[in-house]
């Protein structure tokens, strides 16, 4: 397993990224983690662990960054204010730019791009919404406008041209 010594100063670039070295693994952001406890694969303090230790490719080469739920948990209960769930998304743009995005990921994105929406309306949302007293239409935004934001900066090249879809 390679170490890049270089990764910490890379994340470190962005004000968000700085916030990583802070970091004295406590254990907060794990123990209220929900993917954690649904996968035994993921665990948001040793994912800080193993950048500030440089295990660059195996956070982005592997599956275990894919699971965050981006709930933001964690950044709410850090001690040393270290953006945990925003640094999750630092590691995902990597690891989404070396080709590594789930399938599921790049249906998503390209629901936004043609739906403006990255779950598609159903009838099951429709009852939920209703059950839950809001609107049943749900109001979409001009996709036209996305889908000329996702050609300018190169969206489709990581995930995939949609096919057209009925909105
Ligand atoms: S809660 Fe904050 S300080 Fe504690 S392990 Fe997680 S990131 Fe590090
Ligand atoms: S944002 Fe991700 S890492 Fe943080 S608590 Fe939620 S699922 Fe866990």
Given at each position: ?167
């Amino acid at each position: 397993m390679s170490i890049s010594s270089a990764f910490r100063k890379e994340l470190s670039k962005s004000e968000i990224g700085k916030t990583i070295n802070f970091c004295y693994q406590c254990g907060t952001c794990s123990g209220i983690c929900p993917a954690l406890r649904y996968t035994k694969i993921f665990n948001p303090r040793q994912i800080i662990e193993n950048s500030l230790l440089g295990f660059k490719d195996k956070i982005i080469e592997g599956d275990m960054i894919w699971q965050c739920t981006t709930c933001h948990s964690c950044l709410e209960v850090c001690p040393q204010a270290v953006l945990v769930s925003e640094i999750m998304f630092q590691l995902k743009n990597l690891a989404s730019k070396k080709g590594n995005l789930p399938e599921g990921f790049k249906l998503e994105g390209q629901n936004v791009a043609t739906l403006g929406l990255n779950i598609p309306n159903s009838p099951a949302i429709a009852r939920r919404r209703t059950q839950l007293k809001l609107s049943e239409n749900i109001t979409t935004p001009n996709v036209e406008d996305f889908k000329k934001i996702c050609e300018a900066t190169g969206f489709f090249d990581l995930v995939g041209k949609p096919e057209k879809k009925e909105g």
